[in-house]
């Protein structure tokens, strides 16, 4: 089946570690993107992706870092630099952006600080 | 910037109720605005999408509205079963970014 597959579903953070999260989709989709969803909040862009190669930053990049080396994959870094990484986080997909197409998510990853 | 608006926050209901959740956004420049259910601990999946240009959409007993004017857009849920039990989210499309409401958390009561 296709789909977005987000690991681990659970991650623990110690003081000055980066951890990162990984996305990987088999729905050949141009886009794709990371949120952030913290309680009582809705979710927040922090970098997505339409091409190969090429990221934009969000309204939340930083402390993140991303990489888009394969269509399928585009893994996310929370860098010892955010400091408060605790959150659920999201991976998203779409055909191509502002193309009317529905966002498919993965099931997320939730951080926490050990 | 777009902001998008969630009213009530939680909502209850007896099983069989028809019920609607509300929207609300503050920039009518959008290309879309998507309707999604989270499930705990879940991610998101996709209910309906309306393009601008749409005024509404239907999938099963889910009927979805968007008056693009005054900014808001409704979901009509019919009937509802214990198993629609969830957070509903809106979502608009707007400039090169996605913007989320809050969700209204769902419970429908047997």
């Known amino acids: 089946d296709g789909g977005i597959t987000q690991s681990p579903k659970y991650l623990f953070r110690k003081e000055g570690q980066n951890v990162t999260l990984s996305c990987e989709q088999n729905?050949?989709?141009?886009?794709m993107y990371w949120y952030r969803q913290d309680p009582g909040q809705g979710l927040r862009l922090i970098y997505y992706?339409?091409?190969?190669?090429?990221?934009q930053k969000g309204d939340i990049a930083e402390g993140y870092s991303v990489s888009r080396e394969k269509k399928e994959s585009f893994p996310l870094t929370v860098t010892s630099a955010q400091k408060n990484p605790t959150a659920f986080y999201l991976c998203?997909?779409?055909?191509?952006?502002?193309?009317?197409?529905?966002?498919?998510f993965g099931d997320g990853t939730r951080l926490s600080i050990l | 910037k777009q902001e998008v608006t969630q009213i009530p926050a939680a909502l209850s209901v007896p099983e069989g109720e028809n019920l609607v959740l509300n929207c609300s956004f503050t920039d009518s420049a959008i290309y879309n605005l998507q309707w999604f259910r989270q499930d705990p601990g879940k991610g998101l999946t996709s209910l309906l999408l309306?393009?601008?240009?749409?005024r509404e959409q239907t999938s099963g007993r889910l009927n979805a509205s968007l008056d693009k004017s005054s900014g808001r857009s409704t979901l009509y849920i019919a009937a509802s079963q214990p198993g629609d039990s969830a957070t509903y989210l809106c979502?608009?499309?707007?400039?090169?970014?996605?913007?989320f409401g809050t969700g209204t958390s769902l419970t429908v009561i047997p």
């Open positions: 979502a608009v499309e707007t400039g090169n970014q996605f913007y």
């Open positions: 992706s339409q091409i190969v190669n090429d990221f």
């Open positions: 309306i393009q601008s240009s749409q």
């Open positions: 729905l050949n989709h141009d886009a």
């Open positions: 998203a997909s779409s055909t191509y952006r502002g193309r009317n197409q529905p966002q498919h």
